[in-house]
């Protein structure tokens, strides 16, 4: 590993203007992916500034939602009452996740800053445009088994590891952050972004920001809302494809609605053509099931992946099979 210095925060100001005044640094907080990549070569910062005893870790009710801490853990947040009574689909994918060791070190803001897991971006002897730019893409021609279906570039075909993102995304939270000129709110579905000809940006957050919370509006959906991942072991491994599916029936009829993938894009994905047919039509398999299909008939896969179209299919479909029951199991 390439030697780094390393400094511990003491307040939010200073932490954000140590990481301005240095091109270099980069801020840590649990580590679990980025000790990782500097381990392989992957990143390489000069400075690593230590944001772990900043006070950013409270679980806590705003005007009609919940604020969750950039600093909690992912093991706290998903097994915190207010977010297991009020968001269980939040809980749900947290505890889908890694494993009980890392999930006890990992952050909210980590979660989100967390990289691609597509093996070429880790082998730094193969051509990767989001670690290297402008070198090629080893994985479109290569054994792409794990990667993108949909939104996919010429440049990167990279999925988004997370599974809390997904549930955020069906959620629609939004992402507080604090830089040099000040704070702003990013929706969570502008967080992410697609690899277009930049995969080597993966989110819109400045290389000097800081991530402060992540707020959940109100929610109408804790009652029917499922998470389902569908993976090649039943823990500790990333999805092929995850669905976050949450809805509002009333009587039958379903009034609200939100389907969100993870595993088949570069950011989590939004089941936009699922949710306009879910809403308003009555809550039964063949509407299920005509949301799946309109969902994937977008999907662009490769050599090795086009099993997910059909996976997705079937995944969308019990995802909301299963909300609909009204049902956590
Ligand atoms: Fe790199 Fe993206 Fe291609 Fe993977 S898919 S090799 S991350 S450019």
Not at 146 to 151: E, T
Not at 231 to 244: C, G, I, K
Not at 247 to 263: E, F, H, P, W, Y
Not at 300 to 310: I, R, S, T
């Amino acid at each position: 590993m390439k030697p780094f210095s390393y400094v511990r925060a003491t307040s939010q100001g200073t932490a954000i203007q140590t990481v301005a005044g240095d091109q270099k640094a980069k801020f840590i907080a649990g580590g679990t992916n980025l000790l990782d990549l500097m381990k392989e070569g992957v990143m390489q910062p000069d400075r690593l500034v230590d944001i772990t005893r900043l006070p950013l870790e409270k679980v806590e009710t705003i005007s009609g939602g919940v604020r969750i801490g950039a600093l909690a853990r992912n093991s706290d947040v998903a097994n915190n009452k207010l977010i297991r009574d009020r968001y269980p689909l939040l809980s749900q994918a947290l505890l889908a996740g890694a494993s009980p060791q890392l999930r006890n070190m990992a952050t909210m803001g980590g979660n989100l800053m967390q990289r691609t897991r597509c093996y070429y971006f880790y082998d730094t002897a193969m051509p990767c445009n989001k670690r290297s730019p402008g070198s090629g893409c080893a994985a479109i021609e290569g054994y792409n088994r794990i990667h993108a279906i949909f939104g996919t570039s010429d440049k990167c075909i990279a999925t988004h590891p997370s599974d809390m993102c997904v549930a955020l995304a069906a959620l629609d939270a939004m992402v507080r952050v604090e830089g040099p000129n000040g704070e702003r709110q990013i929706p969570i579905s502008e967080f992410h972004r697609l690899p277009g000809d930049t995969p080597e940006i993966d989110t819109v957050l400045g290389r000097d920001e800081l991530i402060m919370a992540v707020d959940l509006p109100e929610s109408r959906f804790a009652r029917a809302s499922h998470y389902l991942k569908v993976r090649d072991r039943t823990s500790y491994a990333f999805a092929l494809v995850s669905v976050a599916a949450a809805l509002d029936i009333d009587n039958g009829t379903i009034r609200g609605a939100r389907v969100a993938m993870g595993g088949v894009a570069h950011k989590p994905w939004r089941a936009i053509a699922a949710e306009q047919i879910l809403v308003g039509a009555k809550a039964n398999a063949q509407t299920f099931q005509a949301a799946a299909e309109a969902t994937v008939r977008e999907a662009k896969p490769y050599q090795y992946n086009a099993f997910k179209v059909e996976m997705s299919k079937r995944a969308i479909a019990l995802a909301i099979a299963t909300a609909a029951e009204g049902t956590t199991a």
